[in-house]
């Protein structure tokens, strides 16, 4: 049974840049494609970006580009995602989610996620 | 950016209705729609992913149909346990947006 484990809430001055832990249990990274979904009341849930079996690397969302990079540490079973420049409105849930290495309408889910990590940005 | 637009955002009913919520996609999606369901304080959850796939340990009272822009998730009959806030999500194409979400409360 897949398990996401999340690091704790934090808390940025604007301009900072933060680094979300995500570990994985119960399956190993290099057989699952990791993604990032935020949540914010005015925005909803915004993805963030995530592997694509079918391009063979990570996609970003326009939006985020330049601001964020995801990475894995296979060998922890730890997925990570950076985000820099921070502003007021990154203020927000973040969550990772993972999808079955595969291509197609059936494999494009999100069908495990990790808890969530609250980041505040505030001066 | 594909917009995804459910309806209503929300609504209420009584343990025991049928409950429909809609979801209309700004292009074509073929059949890259996906469903979820979140609880207050918790993370959102998989119910049925392809536009009509039941997730793996969903209850059968679910379904979803739809194909192109015009999707539907179906409850046929809500338990105490489905008044939750249910969102589409689209995976044709990138970034793979969601709906604005729908929530479905107590009459």
């Known amino acids: 049974q897949v398990q996401l484990v999340q690091s704790g809430a934090e808390v940025k001055k604007p301009g900072a840049s933060v680094k979300v832990s995500c570990k994985l249990s119960?399956?190993?990274?290099?057989?699952?494609?990791m993604h990032w979904v935020r949540q914010t009341p005015g925005e909803g849930l915004e993805w963030m970006g995530g592997f694509d079996p079918e391009e063979g690397e990570t996609i970003y969302a326009q939006k985020f580009q330049g601001r964020v990079a995801m990475s894995e540490d296979t060998s922890a079973e730890t997925a990570y995602m950076d985000l820099s420049g921070l502003r007021s409105e990154d203020t927000a849930v973040y969550y990772c989610?993972?999808?079955?290495?595969?291509?197609?309408?059936?494999?494009?889910?999100?069908?495990?996620w990790g808890q969530g990590t609250l980041v505040t940005v505030s001066s | 950016d594909i917009q995804m637009t459910q309806s209503p955002s929300s609504l209420s009913a009584s343990v025991g209705d049928r409950v429909t919520i809609t979801c209309r996609a700004s292009q074509s999606l073929g059949i890259y729609l996906n469903w979820y369901q979140q609880k207050q304080g918790t993370a959102p959850k998989l119910l049925i992913y392809a536009a009509s796939t039941l997730q793996t340990g969903v209850p059968s009272r679910f379904s979803g149909s739809g194909s192109g822009t015009d999707f539907t998730l179906t409850i046929s009959s809500l338990q105490r346990e489905d008044f939750a806030t249910y969102f589409c999500?689209?995976?044709?194409?990138?970034?793979?947006?969601f709906g604005q979400g729908t929530k479905v409360e107590i009459k």
């Open positions: 999500q689209q995976s044709y194409g990138t970034p793979r947006t």
């Open positions: 119960g399956h190993t990274l290099t057989q699952l494609a």
């Open positions: 989610a993972t999808a079955p290495l595969c291509g197609g309408s059936t494999c494009r889910v999100l069908d495990d």
